[in-house]
């Protein structure tokens, strides 16, 4: 696995809702999780806002997989192909 060989340790951390998401962000922080990779879901786009807020109250880095979160107050994206045109 790629991400042992580079030393870094994986969590997967589930929010279903958005009332989970303050659990999902209290677990983060209590494991001192150095990242946040922000998976493409339909309740994370409707909450995008919320969860830039949480990201940045945590002071944990985030990645996007669209622009549309960092409008929203989210540090970075990666863009998909469909987003250039």
Aim: aromatic residues 10%; contains cysteine.
């Amino acid at each position: 696995m790629a991400a042992q060989a580079l030393g870094v340790q994986l969590h997967r951390v589930e929010a279903r809702d958005p009332d989970a998401f303050d659990r999902a962000f209290a677990a983060m922080t209590s494991a001192h999780a150095g990242a946040l990779l922000v998976l493409a879901d339909n309740i994370f786009f409707e909450h995008r806002r919320r969860l830039a807020e949480l990201a940045a109250t945590s002071r944990l880095p985030t990645m996007y997989n669209s622009r549309m979160f960092v409008e929203a107050g989210g540090l970075l994206c990666y863009l998909l192909w469909a987003e250039l045109f």
